[in-house]
């Protein structure tokens, strides 16, 4: 059963879903936040939570004196650059962002006493049921994504999963990937044997005219602070991203590495959240989110490709071993995650505000 969502997020998805749907057109002023409040029988501060999350997401903008204009467009023009955050130092490196090593430790020794010798028993191949089921729970209560165990495929690192998603796919297509992009996408394609076609990124994402012109069926993209360029694809962005795999019958691999550091109050919305086509394969990892030395990366699939798939990879076993899929699958399940990346978020939130004074 579905949480109820708080009534911020439902006015959030109605304005966003009337705005997508072209009830309100690009540049038209939506109602006011005092006559949302009144129409929807909401007070001021739902409203204004729910408008700030618009804002945010690149849906509308507010103009002084004049109130909140749409900017989300369907066509070529797209609502302006977004912030570019620093550069990070590095892909790796243990920072203050790292999950306490205190809760980690005392996880390990926690599953070692419930488990015991069965640990050392080798996972299913697409990974541990706990772990699986952990991160579907997760992922359905904090990114609007509502899949199930099955869609879910645990891997060792980022690099891995890109393979799985080629073995899948297959290497007889053109994969089109950002430019620039983290530099392990572009090894591992082409030492996969992959036709890569490198697509010039713009303010918000990869340019329009670019998407028009490669032949690629498959798009890999990192919507959320792209690396190396800090870039952040917005509402408008994410959407043509969407209608483009749809024209082309093709896929699209979601790299949201990072994603869950976002800077607002929400959590970033996912293309595979938003796409009705069933057309993404999301991909994520918890190198950035726990810690470097955690090898573990995971896949969703689509739900009309999961059998397809279960089905091509059936004779793999999981390169993670059991040990660590449980640590995590506890991590998850005790809402020590989420109390970590929301401490992460309120420190970034506090350093900006500073830093803007």
Known sequence: MKKAMPRYQSLYEKIRDDITGGFYPCGTRIPSKRTSAEENGMSLVTVEHAYELLAEEGYIESRQRQGYFVIYQEGELFSGEREVLPKPEGVCGVTEDAFPFSVFSSTAR??????????????????????????????????????????????SGAESMYAAVIRFLGRDQIYGIEDPSYEKILYTYRYEGIQVDQLKMGSCGILSEELRRTEAKVLHVTPYHSYPSGLTADASKKAEYIRWAKKRSGMIIEDDYDSEFTLSTKAEQTLYSMDPDERVIYLNTFTKTIAPSIRVSYMVLPKNKTDEYLEKASHLSSSVP????????????????????????????????????
Do not use: W
């Not at 050392?120 to 899949?147: D, I, K, W």
């Open 322 to 357: 059991l040990y660590s899929q449980l640590i995590l699958s506890e991590i998850i399940s005790s809402g020590s995650f989420e109390r970590h990346l929301n401490r992460v978020r309120r420190r970034r939130r506090k350093e900006k505000a500073v830093n803007h004074r």
């Open 110 to 155: 926690k599953v070692l006493a419930d488990y015991g010798e069965r640990i050392m028993e080798r996972p299913e191949g697409t990974g541990c049921l706990q772990l699986r089921e952990a991160l579907a729970m997760y992922l359905a209560r904090s990114r609007n994504m509502y899949v199930s165990p099955e869609q879910i495929v645990i891997g």
